[in-house]
């Protein structure tokens, strides 16, 4: 692993969704909010059940969802791109590295991003999952997304 992960804010994406970026297969996580956040981060394998049967999960990872590991940081991938795509936002995710043995965060996981271990040197994660809020177009932040 290139980044430990105990050092990287982590983003919270349920199973088998995190498995299969892990694998490489997916590639883009569709988000409702854009995000300004670029390079390596950390995937959390979070609690909440899929949107999806048994059997779905089943023919997409090979596995039963009650197999993945859940609540836990799973591996790493490079945030690379952020592009508005019909009203949704794709996070282009690319480089997966997974962990030898998953590791459970020390901090209580968020929706989005969260720093896994607490450090106290970890960047603020309270704007880095919404796009600028309105302001005054002198001081309008660039796009944290582009068009398609």
């Not at 670029?38 to 999960?57: N, T």
């Not at 997974?98 to 991003?113: A, F, G, N, T, Y």
Request: glycine share 6%.
């Amino acid at each position: 692993m290139s980044t430990t992960p105990e050092k990287l804010r982590a983003l919270s994406i349920r199973q088998p969704w995190a498995a299969l970026i892990m694998r490489g297969e997916k590639t883009v996580e569709y988000r409702s909010k854009p995000t300004k956040v670029r390079g390596r981060v950390s995937i959390y394998a979070s609690l909440g059940k899929p949107d999806v049967s048994d059997s779905q999960v089943r023919s997409e990872v090979g596995t039963s969802w009650k197999e993945l590991p859940k609540g836990v940081l799973i591996g790493t991938v490079e945030v690379t791109d952020c592009i508005e795509q019909g009203g949704d936002y794709g996070w282009h995710l690319t480089n997966p590295e997974r962990l030898d043995e998953p590791i459970e965060p020390k901090e209580q996981p968020q929706p989005v991003w969260f720093n896994p271990f607490g450090s106290p040197d970890a960047p603020d994660l309270s704007d880095t999952d919404s796009a600028p809020e309105e302001e005054e177009a002198s001081s309008r932040k660039p796009p944290v997304c582009t068009a398609t």
